[in-house]
């Protein structure tokens, strides 16, 4: 991309780049930054279109494989917005090169550390306040603030016997292959035995996420726990209202806040009409049968406000439970103690599932996330 922009970039400046990372392991973004920075720029005039390149790159703003092998059409081009220099913090921004930082001897005085630790209390304390509030009272600032408690989170689901053995030495069968090969090591004599045991996967995590209308204020704090928990638990990642949207790309990105704006722009139909059996069918058809529903964990977020047939969900949510380990449905209208399933969406799910739970809130994302790492009772 750098090439492509105009940049004289050489051979041995990529080799250079490639021996800093090697040697300075840079942790986070900013480090990367400079790391590319010092070793692949000779010329202060091409700073200002590294720093366009770098941004672009990693902070989320272009996906590489959309244009990877179009030599006409460089990424670096089809940002309009220019970047600021500078490397790029967590927040997603680049702040100007040479910003004072605060230093370790300074903020030393007693009453600077006690405004500090009044700030912490009143930071613990709103977020405490926030963690108990229905989604659907919150702004769009609060959920936000919500995302350092949701990245606490961490979706763990059961494990699954591996289709290829790993070895380990105490382990229940003897490797006849590995031991002979090992035994040219000692003239012949397999004096090491190689055993193995069989290996233990963590199943796939799948989460149909509905974006109608009725579930608009819980589908944006769905989205961005999504999106904080999926980089730990690679889960697979689907939109639907009155169509079928896979998101596992869009939210891939690093940027909480370009992950959220590639999700509405991928999902066209945010917001609008529900038809919850046409979307499994969709999922199943196109993904599910092919394996990526077979003995997983199927996360459904919706409140079961089904246009449709309720008789079409129904047998689209039986042919989900013989290919799925687990079914949660998620509903946060059942936070509320007057709730009952007469809706004909919702009592047609409920026979199939194998948890329902409310997540109306952060506090109540913990029951969720519980279920999901839950294994299976019976056969």
């Excluded at 750098?2 to 300075?24: E, K, N, P, Q």
């Excluded at 290996?199 to 009725?214: E, K, M, N, Q, T």
């Excluded at 009592?347 to 409310?358: E, G, I, K, Q, R």
Aim: proline share 6%; hydrophobic share 45%; with cysteine.
């Amino acid at each position: 991309m750098l090439h492509a922009a105009g940049v004289a970039i050489t051979a041995d400046r990529s080799a250079r780049f490639a021996s800093a990372v090697v040697v300075a392991r840079p942790t986070t973004v900013a480090d990367l930054y400079w790391c590319a920075r010092v070793t692949m720029i000779a010329r202060r005039a091409d700073i200002d279109v590294f720093d366009r390149v770098f941004a672009q790159v990693f902070g989320g703003l272009v996906d590489i494989a959309d244009h990877r092998g179009d030599p006409t059409s460089p990424p670096a081009s089809r940002r309009t917005e220019p970047a600021p220099r500078g490397p790029i913090d967590g927040a997603g921004t680049l702040p100007p090169v040479g910003a004072a930082t605060p230093s370790a001897s300074s903020g030393s005085d007693g009453d600077e550390q006690g405004e500090a630790r009044e700030a912490n209390v009143a930071i613990a304390s709103r977020e405490e306040r926030l963690a108990h509030t229905d989604f659907a009272a919150l702004d769009d600032a609060e959920l936000t603030s919500l995302r350092a408690l949701m990245e606490r989170l961490r979706l763990s689901p059961p494990t699954r016997l591996g289709r290829r053995p790993v070895r380990h030495r105490h382990g229940a069968r003897l490797d006849v292959r590995a031991t002979l090969r090992r035994a040219h090591r000692t003239g012949g004599d397999p004096l090491e035995q190689v055993r193995t045991r069989p290996a233990h996967r963590p199943r796939r995590v799948v989460v149909l996420c509905d974006i109608s209308g009725s579930m608009q204020p819980y589908a944006r704090a769905y989205v961005q726990f999504l999106h904080a928990a999926r980089g730990a638990s690679r889960a697979e990642v689907f939109a639907f209202a009155t169509r079928l949207t896979r998101l596992t790309r869009a939210l891939s990105v690093v940027d909480p806040g370009v992950a959220l704006a590639r999700a509405a722009t991928a999902a066209p139909d945010w917001h609008g009409g529900t038809r919850i059996g046409d979307a499994i069918k969709a999922f199943i058809d196109g993904y599910g049968r092919r394996g990526l529903a077979r003995g997983a964990i199927v996360v459904i977020v919706s409140d079961g406000w089904e246009t449709g047939d309720p008789a079409v969900l129904a047998e689209q949510m039986a042919r989900l439970a013989r290919l799925a380990y687990r079914i949660v449905w998620v509903n946060p209208r059942t936070a509320d103690a007057r709730y009952q399933p007469l809706a004909g969406g919702m009592a047609a799910v409920l026979p199939y599932c194998d948890a329902v739970v409310s997540g109306h809130t952060t506090d109540a994302l913990g029951r969720v996330v519980t279920e999901i790492a839950a294994a299976r009772s019976g056969p």
